[in-house]
């Protein structure tokens, strides 16, 4: 009995290790074929609910990326970072917040969101299972360092066959759940680096502040 009771052992924890090296090989690759990308362009839709507070908002975002520059539009909000300052532009206040770009913390870069599982997160293989009939690896996501995480779950959803992100889901500690569901990615086209420049001339009426 002692012996068949170390046998199962083992097999569960190789069996876990399996499954947490499955998902890191399908991670590395989408990593790779995102990162090799000279530029990109994403639009997603983006649900967010939280049935405490009653939050319930569903917007459309858009991000055109070329390094470590971006600009991307959510809902009424922009970002524009030109990879040294980031500016969140806010429309409903009329406001520009300036700061140091700190790629750490910018939860709304449209690249750090295509490859958010790179750093501080561990991974665990889930199940294949489909969306709109293609199938897709389902990869959980957990923080390192529980304490300092707005997150206890992140859940992605792969492309088997064409190696895509299609869907992430982000679950918050305190009840919000961010769904992020990719609708179109076109990579590789030309983007103007004055897309990334951000125009006071533009925006007269806004207050800038700085961080």
Known sequence: MRLLFSFLIVFLFANLYAQDTKSQAILDKLSLKINNYKTFYVEFSALIKNTSTGQNDNTIGKGWVKG?????????????????????????????????????????????????????????????????????????????????????????????????????????????IMTYTVVKLTPNLVIDDAKFIFDKKKFPDYAIIKD
Do not use: Q, R
């Not at 690249?111 to 897709?136: H, P, Q």
């Open 68 to 176: 470590d520059k971006y600009f991307a539009t959510y809902g009424d909000n922009s970002i524009i970072s030109n990879g040294l300052k980031t500016w969140n532009i806010a429309k409903d206040d009329k406001s520009v917040y300036e700061s140091d770009s700190d790629n750490s913390e910018e939860s709304l870069n449209p690249k750090k969101i295509m490859t958010l599982w790179e750093t501080g997160f561990k991974n665990k293989y889930e199940k294949e299972s489909k969306i709109n009939a293609e199938i897709v690896h389902i990869i959980n996501l957990y923080p390192k360092d529980v304490a300092k995480s707005d997150y206890h779950t992140i859940v992605l959803y792969i492309s088997k066959t064409k190696n895509d992100l299609k869907k992430a889901i982000m679950k918050l500690k305190d009840g919000t």
